[in-house]
């Protein structure tokens, strides 16, 4: 089958997209229901700008099964159906590669895992530039559901709007190629 039978690469964020939830909220509520004591490390992190590490210092202490997570399920249904075509899907992700990777894996759907890692929170324009490294410019799908992912839609030849949060539509117009509710 040609790479035009089977698509665009495709990237998929995780938190709010694939998975209902935000990975670092849940493991920074499972961090203080077990260790409050580290609460003041956790939040000198996040509120001096080195949310990447504080990322990484969350994934290190969560302890989680990722098929208890609840997923999207109409989109992960649709993501089965492109992988069978022979779609090349990645996880593209600002959560931690460490949690990311463990979703991918439960998943099993991803030829590869770009993520954020403990120097480098991929999020916005980073993980635009990462994808058009990857892919170039306009040569990857992209599904995402934030303001946050603007920037890659940007630069993506398909828009996939997944799960939009309030007013996300609007901002995004009519550049949306496919949107799952």
Same mark, same amino acid.
């Given at each position: 089958?040609?790479q035009?039978?089977?698509g @665009?690469?495709l990237?998929?964020?995780?938190? #709010?997209?694939?998975i209902l939830?935000?990975?670092s909220?849940v493991s920074f509520?499972?961090l203080?229901l077990?260790?409050?004591?580290m @609460?003041?490390?956790?939040l000198m992190?996040? !509120?001096s #700008?080195r949310?990447?590490?504080?990322?990484?210092?969350? +994934?290190n202490? @969560?302890? !989680?099964?990722?098929?208890?997570l609840?997923?999207?399920?109409? !989109?992960l249904d649709?993501l089965?159906?492109?992988?069978a075509k022979?779609?090349l899907?990645?996880?593209a992700?600002?959560s931690d590669?460490l949690?990311?990777e463990q979703?991918?894996?439960?998943?099993?759907?991803f030829s590869?895992?770009i +993520?954020s890692d403990?120097?480098f929170?991929l999020?916005?324009?980073?993980?635009a530039?990462?994808l058009v490294?990857?892919f170039?410019?306009? $040569?990857f799908?992209?599904? $995402?559901n934030?303001r946050?992912?603007?920037?890659?839609?940007?630069?993506? #030849?398909?828009?996939?709007?997944?799960?939009?949060e309030?007013?996300?539509?609007d901002?995004?117009?009519?550049?949306a190629?496919?949107i799952f509710?």
């Amino acid at each position: 089958m040609s790479q035009a039978e089977q698509g @665009l690469p495709l990237a998929v964020d995780m938190d #709010g997209t694939l998975i209902l939830t935000d990975m670092s909220w849940v493991s920074f509520r499972s961090l203080m229901l077990r260790r409050p004591w580290m @609460l003041p490390r956790m939040l000198m992190l996040e !509120f001096s #700008g080195r949310r990447a590490e504080w990322k990484r210092e969350l +994934a290190n202490r @969560l302890v !989680f099964d990722p098929a208890s997570l609840s997923y999207h399920v109409e !989109f992960l249904d649709w993501l089965t159906g492109e992988h069978a075509k022979g779609r090349l899907i990645v996880l593209a992700t600002a959560s931690d590669r460490l949690i990311a990777e463990q979703v991918a894996g439960q998943v099993g759907i991803f030829s590869d895992v770009i +993520a954020s890692d403990r120097s480098f929170n991929l999020r916005g324009e980073k993980k635009a530039e990462a994808l058009v490294s990857r892919f170039g410019e306009g $040569g990857f799908s992209y599904a $995402g559901n934030s303001r946050h992912d603007i920037p890659v839609w940007d630069h993506a #030849g398909e828009v996939i709007v997944v799960n939009p949060e309030r007013g996300l539509l609007d901002r995004v117009g009519d550049s949306a190629d496919i949107i799952f509710e």
